[in-house]
């Protein structure tokens, strides 16, 4: 099946700081990546949607201005997790799809994830 | 918005017995349905999935089962072995551009 890569896997920082995740597919063009947040022991959260060439769509309750999502590339996609604060420790995962913009129905490909510690 | 839920949270079953995991779905829309496995510390994996023109779908021990007009599908594992252990997640499209994953079922099963 087609790669996607999460860098980095593991990254701590302090209070206040600003962290960048990234998603590159590897072996394919993602038209759409999602990006999920996932507590432990429990499901994935879709945070946001994100689509090549244009804005992220946040999901209700994720704040837009503090997770930053840039698509740049059909095989590249970064989340930035700005002042972030302790109760941004999570698990944060992306998925990319080589579903037609606008259309899923196709498999979703994950990343292998990013824990973010924040002290 | 759109929602998936999944049953049971936890299940326990012995090597070789049948397991099934069910999820509903909210929008009458959504066309694909996604079934993934998570092992401890590692990304989902696509186990099996199933389109709405479908009503079942087999793949070895695996199987899972489409009701449109209910709303419902279901995942079926055969013989099961301790390897499939795991954390599984339902998944449903909504708007067509989304992926909306149930709350998953964390399945050990016993030797």
């Known amino acids: 099946g087609a790669v996607v890569s999460q860098h980095p896997s593991r990254v701590i920082c302090k209070s206040g700081t600003s962290v960048k995740i990234e998603c590159r597919s590897l072996d394919f063009q993602a038209t759409t990546m999602f990006w999920y947040r996932q507590f432990p022991k429990q499901s994935l959260m879709l945070m946001a949607t994100?689509?090549?060439?244009?804005?992220?769509?946040?999901e209700q309750g994720v704040e837009k201005d503090k997770f930053l999502i840039n698509h740049a590339s059909l095989t590249l996609s970064t989340l930035t997790v700005t002042s972030a604060h302790p109760e941004d420790s999570s698990f944060y995962i992306c998925?990319?799809?080589?579903?037609?913009?606008?259309?899923?129905?196709?498999?979703?490909?994950f990343g292998q994830g990013t824990r973010l510690t924040v002290v | 918005g759109e929602n998936v839920e999944q049953h049971p949270s936890t299940l326990s079953v012995q090597e070789g017995d049948s397991a099934v995991i069910k999820c509903t779905y909210s929008?009458?829309?959504?066309?694909?349905f996604p079934w993934y496995k998570q092992e401890l510390g590692k990304r989902p994996q696509l186990i099996i999935d199933i389109r709405s023109n479908v009503g079942e779908k087999k793949d070895q021990r695996i199987a899972v089962t489409l009701n449109k007009t209910a709303k419902h599908f279901s995942l079926h594992i055969t013989e099961t072995q301790p390897e499939d252990s795991a954390v599984y997640f339902c998944?449903?499209?909504?708007?067509?551009?989304?992926?909306?994953f149930g709350t998953g079922t964390r399945l050990q099963v016993f030797p």
């Open positions: 998944a449903a499209t909504y708007n067509t551009d989304k992926l909306i």
């Open positions: 994100s689509n090549e060439g244009s804005k992220a769509t946040y």
């Open positions: 998925s990319a799809t080589t579903g037609t913009a606008g259309w899923i129905s196709t498999e979703a490909f």
């Open positions: 929008d009458s829309a959504s066309n694909y």
